[in-house]
């Protein structure tokens, strides 16, 4: 009797084992005409609107791929992931990405602040991250060497930003404020010692929370120092509440802000007082090539506009497609492999893209953009 109750427990134990296979297959599914990579960027939140134009242009270049034929006549399989610009969902994401052994690379994420703590889950699977807007420096100083940056890095935009108000609006007495956030803070950060290796000091360097919905205390500050111009680090969602509060107080200087304010909501949100304000981006309004250009009309065709980040979004996709078809064994090793080798390149729409030993990009431009109206424009420099 013993011995029959533990021969169906043993059997129980075997069919639950069994099941739970078939499940997580299930889950993983693929074929062996399937090319599986994910994508990850917010969908929902008060970023939705960055995050789902990366991700159209994202659809875009596998489906443009797998009319191609795809991969060695294999399809391409895109599965997409919403962290909500989250740093504790971003980490859900990445374990649960990395928990699908079909997925050769990722596409993502979108911010510094969720790409910093998802990067370690990335990094422990061996898992390739092409990364097409996070420019944080400190992501590519961890050591990893899974991480391939499409635009530059904020050591390079902060004092991009601060030399066009110095060399190009003449500003010299320039004051600081940023949302104390891993972008934000970051690029201010590199702004000012910009300025300081020039032989000047800002006049001041503070810090607001990024949920802040009073700014006229900080203003007032800032009035207080009579700046010729303003530096704001930060996301385009405080920085229009900030730019709306500043000009209602009478701050009229000239306001630069990094790639995070690139979004047309930023002039929805703040109206006309956007006269007057600057926003850089790694990514031109102006196609610079015949390729972008295409991309250009074909993404707006379907899309109806360009929102920020879909050039990049397209760029980092096509790099990690093209080194999977280089990759001399389809896993996520030989992906590695691939984008690690030394001589790798690939020429997109945004010109030649390669990477140094850290996985951060050369040969990247910044561009920046007047605020006209309702819309950017690009500025000759």
Not at 6 to 32: F, H, K, P, Y
Not at 131 to 151: A, E
Not at 267 to 277: F, S
């Amino acid at each position: 009797m013993k011995k029959t109750v533990l021969t169906v427990a043993v059997v129980a134990v075997v069919l639950v084992v069994v099941v739970g296979i078939v499940v997580w297959r299930s889950a993983n599914r693929t074929t062996s005409d399937e090319i599986v990579i994910a994508a990850v960027a917010p969908q929902t939140g008060k970023y939705s609107e960055m995050g789902n134009d990366l991700l159209a242009a994202v659809r875009m270049a596998v489906d443009e791929r797998n009319a191609a034929g795809g991969i060695g006549s294999r399809k391409i399989r895109l599965v997409v992931e919403d962290d909500g610009a989250s740093p504790k969902d971003a980490v859900t994401v990445a374990q649960k990405i990395v928990g699908n052994s079909q997925v050769l690379g990722v596409v993502g994420h979108m911010n510094s602040g969720t790409t910093l703590p998802a990067s370690q889950i990335y990094a422990d699977a061996g898992l390739a991250l092409v990364m097409p807007v996070p420019t944080n420096p400190k992501i590519t100083q961890q050591g990893f060497r899974n991480l391939f940056r499409i635009p530059i890095t904020d050591d390079l935009q902060g004092p991009a930003c601060m030399r066009f108000l110095l060399d190009n609006l003449k500003k010299t007495q320039i004051a600081i404020v940023h949302n104390k956030q891993a972008y934000g803070e970051g690029i201010a950060s590199e702004a000012k010692k910009y300025l300081e290796s020039r032989g000047l000091s800002p006049l001041n360097f503070d810090g607001f929370n990024a949920d802040e919905q009073d700014f006229r205390p900080l203003i007032g500050k800032v009035l207080r120092l009579q700046p010729e111009a303003l530096f704001l680090g930060g996301d385009y969602a405080e920085a229009a509440l900030f730019i709306r509060q500043a000009r209602d107080q009478g701050l009229t200087v000239p306001i630069m802000m990094g790639d995070g304010c690139f979004d047309s909501q930023l002039m929805k949100i703040a109206g006309t007082a956007t006269e007057g304000c600057y926003v850089s981006n790694i990514a031109p309004l102006t196609a610079p090539s015949p390729a972008a250009d295409k991309f250009y009309k074909e993404f707006t065709a379907q899309n109806g506009k360009i929102v920020a980040f879909a050039p990049l979004g397209y760029e980092a996709t096509c790099v990690l497609l093209d080194a999977i078809e280089k990759a001399q064994e389809k896993s996520r090793n030989g992906v590695l492999a691939a984008l690690q080798n030394p001589n790798y390149s690939f020429d997109g729409i945004l010109g030649k893209c390669s990477f140094a030993p850290n996985g951060d990009s050369r040969d990247r431009q910044v561009f920046m953009h007047a605020i006209k109206g309702d819309h950017f424009e690009t500025v000759r420099q």
